[in-house]
């Protein structure tokens, strides 16, 4: 009889758990994911200047969350700096995250793949909860107006066609309409 009772005490305390969750609901944040605008940051770069996604309105990015710990994340870093030389000064930006808190690590990393995009300092994981982020890696492929068309999970192949030509029509759509 008791084990019964302690059962329904647990399953009342869940289900009044999650009442209390759906009711006190209101300062959820909306997903990040297609179609909605990226929530907006300000980050130190491994270089030491601040960076904010409103530097990069208006040219296509890329943003990357990683971890130097991360085997995936560093199993990609080469073709994202192949992605990066292909098309950098085309109206394409690369930023990649950092969640690391030993920024001299961060540096080392960098260095020993010779990555010359942006590297953002994320040690408090401020941005990657913004992102709503928890994975590494973890992109998020923006519009010019700052708006997710696309949110990837693990390690890609970022010089892969699929994706240089994605990137690419994002580019050509935003030289379309500025001469409209």
Do not use: H
Not at 36 to 46: C, G, I, K, M, T
Not at 54 to 62: A, I, P
Not at 100 to 115: H, K, M, T
């Amino acid at each position: 009889m008791e084990g019964r009772l302690g059962r329904w005490l647990i399953g009342g305390l869940v289900l009044a758990a999650a009442v209390f969750a759906l009711v006190s609901g209101e300062g959820i944040a909306p997903p990040v994911g297609r179609g909605s605008p990226a929530p907006p940051f300000s980050l130190a770069s491994l270089d030491g200047g601040p960076v904010s996604l409103s530097d990069l309105r208006g040219r296509v990015v890329l943003v990357n969350f990683w971890a130097t710990w991360c085997k995936p994340c560093e199993d990609e870093m080469p073709a994202m700096q192949r992605l990066y030389q292909q098309l950098a000064g085309e109206g394409f930006e690369l930023v990649a995250i950092s969640v690391d808190e030993d920024v001299e690590a961060v540096r080392r990393f960098r260095d020993r793949y010779g990555l010359s995009f942006t590297i953002l300092l994320d040690p408090d994981r401020s941005v990657a909860e913004a992102y709503q982020t928890f994975r590494f890696p973890e992109s998020l492929l923006l519009r010019p107006d700052g708006v997710v068309v696309e949110r990837y999970v693990g390690e890609k192949r970022w010089d892969a066609e699929a994706y240089v030509e994605r990137i690419r029509r994002l580019l050509t759509a935003q030289v379309s309409s500025r001469s409209a």
